[in-house]
């Protein structure tokens, strides 16, 4: 035990050093160096006779900071509670969206190819009503009315009068464009 102190105590201080330097944190770098103390106590025996200690010491010190730099990367950045802004304490579930789209996907495929291929060109290509017309040849009236047809039942579906499901909080109607 005497050897391993007189090996390992003169190191120190360049061990705290290098810690500091890699994790730029001082109270990170103490737990660091005491870390690697720890473990360098507990495994003496496992270290190579003719072996340097100090580059064993230096070794498993870079070797825990490189496993506590990547832990960190993984975890995220520490924020106690008490100063996290409220807005990050809460998020919205995640499963309520894919159940919406879920949910659009069934309504879009009720829809009558005719309507949804209007919906689609309109709303989801940007296309104007005219370039839809062209698209699909015909007239500009008929993508009017199968446009507000197809918005009209998604409405219905998504709201789920046209479904049979539980009754869902209405849906705001989408405004029709103008045609220039």
Known sequence: MSDMMRRIEPLIPSLRRYARA??????????????????????????????????????????????????????????????????????????????????????????????????????VEGLSYAEAARVLAIPTGTVMSRLSRARDRMVQLMDGSGAGSAKRPPLKRPLLRRVK
Request: with cysteine.
């Open 22 to 123: 890699l994790l730029r944190d001082p109270a990170d770098a103490d737990d660091l160096v005491q870390d690697c103390l720890e473990r360098a106590v507990s495994r003496w025996h496992q270290r190579r006779s003719d072996g340097d200690a100090r580059t064993w010491l230096y070794a498993i010190l870079h070797n825990l900071a490189v496993s506590q730099m990547r832990r960190r990367a993984r975890r995220g950045a520490h924020v106690p509670v008490e100063d996290a802004p409220e807005a990050s304490l809460s998020v919205t579930p995640s499963q309520d969206e894919a159940l919406r789209h879920r949910d659009l996907m069934a309504a879009l495929d009720a829809l009558p190819e005719e309507q949804r291929s209007v919906l689609l060109l309109v709303t």
